[in-house]
């Protein structure tokens, strides 16, 4: 576990190449588990820590989508509420039934769905400091950000992801632009994406211009007769200068592109 700044503590492993991250935010009474990974295994140091470090305070887990990476350590929590956004227990019964053809197998402990659900915003207070959950769909219809105004932070789930995001609600780009603009205006020096470093909002820049411009270079290439399988457009021409993508979100991009180009 590694403290991120007073309080709040994070803790990243390896799924399949993406780096991938659960938090804790220490407070008084509650004590709150951002994302449970990929298995009860993996989230283990996190269980670990709160036996040393929270013992008799109340454990709120928070699903920040129902994407396999988040939930499915859910189990390693038995007493806790886990909370999600309203539509976030049928998305995961819908890939545990088969389906999302992308749904790695779950842990044999399964994957216990959240009991604590919301719409648009969720806010839990204490020792006068309020932890805010707000619904931010686009890379899935069910995504959430954690906002901690008194500390300026906010811990952005798939919502923000670098070097790029990956697709993954239909018909989402334009609401998942509306949603990051929504989120410049929040009053916060550091984002924590479940997927890459902290980072200031510069983030939110660079990830809506990505989306935005797949889109519509997508849209130019297919109007133009371009082969779907065939598409010339190299990652870097959506990203910030001197930004270098590993294999992983290199395929990433790759499958953004298809995509995008199905949804066109």
């Known amino acids: 576990m590694k403290e991120l700044a007073p309080s709040v503590w994070t803790h990243v492993i390896d799924a399949e190449g993406f ?8 407070m008084p009474r509650l004590v709150f588990v951002v994302d449970t990974l990929t298995g009860p295994t993996e989230v283990a140091p996190v269980v670990d820590f709160l036996a040393s470090e929270a013992a008799g305070r109340r454990v709120v887990v928070i699903d920040t989508h129902h994407h396999w990476d988040h939930v499915f350590g859910n189990s390693a929590f038995p007493e806790a509420d886990i909370v999600a956004q309203r539509a976030c227990p049928r998305l995961i019964q819908a890939e545990l039934q088969g389906g999302d053809e992308s749904l790695r197998l779950p842990p044999p402990e399964g994957v216990p769905l959240p009991n604590v659900t919301f719409g648009d915003r969720l806010t839990y207070s204490d020792a006068e400091e309020a932890v805010h ?18 500390r300026r932070l906010l811990l952005g789930g798939d919502t923000v ?25 929040l009053p916060v020096d550091l984002i924590v994406p479940s997927h890459g470093p902290t980072m200031g909002k510069t983030i939110l820049d660079a990830n809506e211009r990505y989306i935005a411009g797949v889109y519509e270079a997508v849209a130019e290439a297919k109007a133009a007769g371009a082969d779907r399988n065939e598409l010339d457009l190299p990652v870097e021409r959506f990203l910030p200068g001197g930004v270098v993508v590993d294999d992983v979100y290199a395929d990433a991009h790759r499958e953004n592109l298809l995509w995008a180009w199905d949804e066109i």
């Not at 959950?133 to 008194?150: N, R, W, Y």
């Not at 609600?169 to 990051?180: K, M, P, S």
């Open 133 to 150: 959950l707000i619904h931010t769909p686009g890379h899935s219809e069910d995504s959430l950000v954690v906002f901690l105004p008194q």
């Open 161 to 185: 992801e670098w070097p790029l995001p990956n697709f993954g609600q239909r018909d989402g780009a334009d609401e998942w632009i509306r949603t990051l603009r929504q989120l410049k205006q």
């Open 19 to 26: 780096p991938t991250l659960a938090a804790v935010l220490l």
